[in-house]
């Protein structure tokens, strides 16, 4: 069938890739048409698709929230329900650069931890106006795709959590997000066959009830948020008022919101002025 590609190209690949399993077949073919340099570099990227590659990794980029996010195999893809986690941050970045600007202070400063590609720290560099970018990592081969993609617009540091924050931001940060591992253990083995074989196990893993990483990361928020700073994580609606709770245990206020157009919840906390 591929030896055809160019007679009738994307009636062929979309059926190539409907025959394979994929849903969005037709525009899946529009994007590795496009992509292709040659016919031999289109048949690859059709045959990697074909036998389940995930097309980001075959494609190696994914878009988020209109910016072109460059991944790289065996980095956690961003997901279209993380641009709802994005706008919440970027909201609070703006609200947090006019409380700066009123009274005559710097750009806010934002904190990207688990940021895998990057794509989080991207669309607020690109949407939140002038701040302070960090962005963090425990996988070195995310810290590199994430370097790709931030480049110039913040820095990117390896570590775990917050151990790989320099020390002069404690108490400064107006708004750290993290899209945390939120999958229970028990539950890894329902994820969708891509995300199993392709993507790194670390990125959904949550522990026992899917909350762990964010226990650690709302435990240990109050020291490295400004008064009035926001912590912002996205988990699941089943999560979501367990995930609060353990917010409100470590001092901070906290607040649900959803989309259902995303299928996506957030939990907002907020350290006490």
């Known amino acids: 069938m591929l030896d055809s590609l160019f007679t009738h190209p994307r ?49 190696g980029w994914a878009e988020f929230c209109g910016n072109r996010i460059a991944v790289d195999p065996g980095v956690f893809i961003p997901r279209r329900r993380t641009e709802f986690l994005a706008q919440q941050a970027i909201l609070s970045a703006r609200e947090a650069a006019c409380a700066r600007a009123s009274a005559a202070g710097s750009a806010p400063v934002v904190v990207d931890l688990c940021c895998g590609t990057g794509a989080v720290g991207v669309a607020l560099a690109a949407a939140a106006g002038t701040v302070e970018l960090y962005a963090a990592d425990i996988d070195p081969a995310a810290v590199r795709c994430a370097q790709r993609n931030i480049g ?52 959904f893993d949550g522990g026992a009830d899917g909350l762990d990483v964010l226990r650690q990361v709302a435990g240990a928020a109050t020291p490295w948020v400004a008064p009035g700073g926001r912590v912002l994580i996205e988990t699941s609606a089943l999560q979501a008022s367990a995930a609060a709770e353990i917010f409100v245990a470590n001092g ?22």
């Open 11 to 59: 009636t062929v690949v979309a059926a190539t890739l409907r025959a394979a399993g994929s849903v969005f077949a037709e525009e899946e073919a529009d994007l590795l048409i496009d992509a292709a340099l040659s016919e031999a570099d289109r048949n690859a990227m059709i045959e990697r698709r074909a036998s389940g590659v995930p097309l980001e990794y075959v494609l």
């Open 152 to 203: 110039a617009a913040g820095r990117v540091l390896e570590g775990d959590l917050y151990d790989a924050l320099p020390p002069a931001l404690r108490g400064r940060i107006d708004v750290l997000v993290a899209n945390v591992p939120y999958v229970p253990t028990d539950a890894m083995a329902l994820l969708a066959q891509e995300a199993r074989l392709y993507e790194p196990p670390l990125a």
């Open 252 to 273: 901070l206020d906290a607040r649900v919101i959803s989309s259902d157009e995303l299928d996506a919840s957030v939990v907002v906390g907020t350290r006490p002025s």
